[in-house]
């Protein structure tokens, strides 16, 4: 990859490291021109280097799946380290996880219960292995990177650890839940929550 066709996305003010400032730098804000920004640079970029969060590169990872550019490589930044990587490495497609609102997931997703119940309440699956079916107080999602492409399970006391269970999607149907995607809390609870391979994967620059 030349340097010709990579550009940097700077994320929550963090300022470009200073390995980067040779490279088109591009400042996304929090309102509601971040999306034209990202589709912006993604337009014409071959890869992007994103120096922010891990809820904000899911936010990448979104617009590049609505507007069908998964071919774009993408590298990540959290912090000062691995400047090198992000230029030089290769890109590997993985799994892009999403969930029912075309939103990627990177990190980890929660299903915890809402703000006025003690647990949650209802059926979890992961493709066809129940991971729960009664009352939990939360449950775990991660994407992995192999197929089938995702990894959940039920967060249980100390005492009592369970397994993963590793499948292309899990679902939660509930009297009422809380979701977060990377740390990010969705506006309102559900009672239906899902979270599934995307028919293409991400290219991941390590």
Do not use: C, N
Request: zero cysteines; charged letters at 25%; hydrophobic letters at 45%.
């Amino acid at each position: 990859m030349t340097d010709a066709l990579t550009a940097v996305l700077l994320f929550g003010g963090r300022p470009a490291p200073r390995r980067l400032r040779d490279l088109p730098a591009t400042v996304v804000g929090s309102d509601s021109g971040a999306a034209a920004a990202i589709d912006a640079v993604t337009e014409s970029a071959r890869r992007v280097i994103v120096v922010g969060s891990t809820a904000e590169l899911a936010a990448v990872l979104t617009r590049l799946l609505k507007t069908e550019r998964l071919d774009v490589e993408v590298a990540h930044l959290p912090g000062r380290f691995g400047v090198r990587r992000a230029r030089r490495g290769v890109a590997q497609r993985i799994p892009l996880i999403r969930d029912e609102t075309g939103t990627a997931l990177v990190g980890e997703a929660r299903w915890v219960p809402t703000a006025d119940a003690d647990a949650l309440e209802g059926e979890g699956i992961v493709d066809d292995g129940v991971l729960f079916d009664g009352t939990v107080q939360e449950v775990r999602i991660e994407p992995i990177a192999t197929m089938p492409g995702l990894r959940a399970r039920v967060v249980a006391p100390k005492t009592s650890r369970t397994g993963w269970l590793v499948g292309r999607a899990a679902q939660l149907g509930t009297t009422g839940a809380s979701v977060l995607r990377d740390g990010v809390p969705m506006p309102r609870p559900v009672r239906r929550s899902t979270f599934y391979r995307h028919t293409q994967g991400w290219l991941r620059v390590r």
